[in-house]
């Protein structure tokens, strides 16, 4: 037989916004994750999701950064692309953003499957911000979009289990310091993409894991699983049990019904085979099904109301349609972490592909016949032995290198000298942000910083905290031990190693922010803004230039003093600080904001108006965020202007 799978590369042109720098203060704090319940609502769930719900939540982002740095001024750009396709499909995948499939087109009909986003903007939806929507992605680590959203990936060929090519891309996780892959293939004349999947510990100690597949489709689809049953979860920390495929008198299968955002984990009773599919009015759709391993799917919806509409567009560019998402997870919910015994595996086998069956009518029927329909093209006998076939290659050493990622997964692997089949992370791939670490690893010193600069990442698993602790106290390591004491729950000894390192510190700005940052956390607000516009002046003082670097740091270490400032109402401080930031930070739309309220503050509502009727747009809001909002009501009762309405939930309204 004759194997017509191929792998090629591609350049996609497309308007897109620049991801811009990192914000380079270390994230001490979580964002405003919305994927929270009071744990009271524990009480009446299953022992096994209450205990996951509880497992090993994150305190901290660290060791990664918020991405904060894009825009929304789009122009035509560039991404490269890895294409693997046979006579039936064609997955186009996008190694230096995740990884994504950002197409999967069925070649004899010329239907894209998922829902394709026409333009790459990047939003504030990440655990550690920048995220775009559209495609098939790849969420790993905690609770929510992973921070690898828009972060390379490694990639090869590999040999498939049918002796073709696949596509391998793989990665270092860093939030619980855990390995992945993907591998995807087309068997010859299939009309579905195959997708194995391998998590790794490769640690002497249990690690907490999360997977979810998240597929966007279009919404003027009914989403159709194997369930009577859903976790329904509004956001507004709520998560209950409720009927399938109606409550409330509203058929929710269907992602325009509602009017807010919300989540629908189905309850797929034991035993059933995983699926879910979501199909137009025609007939036809999309169906995704797995290996048994992961047991959990999801319909996401924005819902039809004014919040919903807005970051639908505010997404992509006007004339798109609205989507919603289908998803495949490790667990019943996204609210729960699952636990990897210590050098342990999870892996399992996905499969992505066109379905026809009706989307209308009585909802047992519909599901049967769709299941049924599933079983006559892809049986769940062959999905089981697909994946006992792809077992054996996950080990196979990738041939040509396609792509690649970071260089912290070569960091780890140099350190522990591990040997992971099949995901090799080679020293080539060591960069300048892992050479001070390296630097540590082989003498025992973290090196001083060669120039002026923003402090680099801080790596915070204990073997590296271990590290730290016995190396030559400088101000500079006590900044880093400081950090990833901190991150292990030793805050009070992270604040003696901050102050330790303060009084000889040639940059003094880091280690004061980190301390303003724990002045906040315990409740000293006044202490905390003093310290931060301590911060601010030194920073001022030391900045080199105007370039990226420092100008990030500016911008980053500008809007935490300011909101510090405002928040124990020293308005005449944050004015001063609000004229040192340089003009063009002082013109994005997250500083208007700031601009805003400062005028509010200062007894100038008609100024603080005018900056709403000016215009802005701010690029990095929060999903779930309500600041433009509560701002808006404290100047005025009218409404809320259309282009500023983002409110997910009802108490939002």
């Not at 596509?167 to 860093?174: C, F, G, S």
């Not at 597929?215 to 049953?229: F, K, Y």
């Not at 309220?597 to 008609?606: D, S």
């Not at 802005?616 to 009218?638: C, K, N, P, Q, Y």
């Amino acid at each position: 037989m004759v194997i017509v799978t191929r792998i090629r590369r591609e350049v996609l042109t497309l308007p897109a916004a620049q991801l811009g720098p990192d914000n380079p203060l270390p994230p001490l704090l979580p964002l405003d994750e919305v994927h929270r319940i009071d744990d009271r609502e524990r009480e009446e769930m299953p022992r096994d999701m209450a205990r996951q719900l509880g497992l090993a939540p994150l305190t901290s982002l660290l060791p990664v950064r918020i991405r904060d740095g894009y825009g929304r001024q789009r122009e035509p750009g560039t991404l490269d692309a890895l294409v693997i396709e046979n006579d039936r499909l064609r997955a186009t995948v996008l190694p230096a953003l995740g990884g994504r499939v950002a197409s999967l087109v069925h070649l004899p009909t010329g239907r894209e499957l998922p829902y394709r986003n026409p333009v790459f903007q990047p939003a504030n939806f990440a655990l550690n911000g920048a995220w775009y929507s559209g495609g098939i992605e790849w969420n790993i680590g905690a609770t929510g979009h992973t921070t690898l959203s828009c972060s390379p990936v490694h990639a090869a060929r590999v040999p498939a289990p049918d002796g073709g090519e696949m596509l391998r891309l793989w990665e270092w996780e860093r939030l619980r310091d855990l390995p992945f892959q993907v591998d995807l293939w087309l068997p010859d004349g299939s009309d579905f993409l195959l997708v194995g999947v391998r998590i790794r510990n490769p640690h002497e100690r249990p690690a907490a894991t999360y997977w979810w597949s998240n597929i966007a489709v279009p919404e003027d689809r009914r989403v159709l699983a194997p369930a009577d049953e859903a976790w329904h979860f509004g956001y507004e920390r709520r998560l209950r049990r409720v009927p399938v495929p109606s409550y409330d008198g509203i058929d929710r299968t269907y992602p325009l019904n509602s009017t807010y955002a919300a989540d629908y984990f189905y309850e797929v009773p034991d035993g059933r085979r995983r699926w879910i599919a979501a199909q137009a009015a025609d007939g036809h759709g999309l169906v995704q099904t797995s290996t048994d391993v992961l047991r959990g799917r999801k319909l996401f919806v924005w819902g039809g109301g004014p919040g919903g509409r807005r970051w639908q567009q505010w997404l992509t560019e006007p004339g798109t349609e609205g989507y919603c998402e289908i998803q495949a997870g490790l667990a019943r919910t996204q609210l729960e972490h699952v636990r990897m015994d210590a050098e342990s595996e999870i892996s399992w086998l996905e499969a992505y592909g066109p379905l026809d069956a009706p989307a209308d009518g009585a909802w047992a029927d519909v599901v049967r016949e769709a299941e049924e329909r599933l079983e006559a093209v892809l049986p769940r006998a062959r999905v089981e032995e697909a994946y006992a076939a792809w077992k054996p290659c996950a080990d196979t050493e990738p041939g040509e290198v396609l792509a690649t990622g970071t260089g912290w997964g070569a960091l780890e692997v140099l350190r522990a000298d591990w040997k992971l089949p099949g995901t090799p992370f080679p020293e080539s791939t060591l960069g300048e942000a892992q050479a001070p670490w390296r630097e540590l690893l082989r003498t025992g010193t973290l090196p001083e910083p060669r120039r002026v600069r923003p402090p680099g990442e801080t790596l915070v698993a204990p073997h590296w905290r271990d590290m730290l602790e016995t190396a030559p106290t400088t101000p500079h390591t006590e900044y880093h031990l400081g950090i990833a004491q901190w991150h292990a729950g030793d805050r009070a000894q992270a604040v003696r190693s901050w102050e330790r390192g303060l009084p000889l510190a040639p940059s003094q700005w880091p280690l004061l922010r980190c301390l303003a940052v724990a002045d906040q956390e315990t409740g000293h607000h006044q202490r905390a803004a003093e310290r931060y516009a301590d911060a601010f002046d030194d920073l001022c003082r030391e900045r080199r230039d105007d370039g990226e670097a420092w100008t990030a740091a500016l911008a980053g270490l500008g809007r935490e003093t300011l909101e510090a400032l405002l928040r124990v109402r020293r308005a005449a401080d944050a004015r001063a600080v609000w004229e040192r930031l340089l003009p063009a930070v002082r013109q994005r739309g997250r500083f208007r904001l700031l601009e805003a309220e400062l005028l509010l503050a200062e007894g100038r509502p008609a100024d603080a108006r005018a900056v709403f009727d000016d215009g802005f747009e701010v690029a990095d809001l929060r999903e779930g965020a309500d600041a433009i909002g509560r701002l808006w009501a404290r100047l005025t009762d009218e409404p809320l202007p259309a282009h500023h309405d983002f409110r997910m939930r009802p108490d939002m309204a």
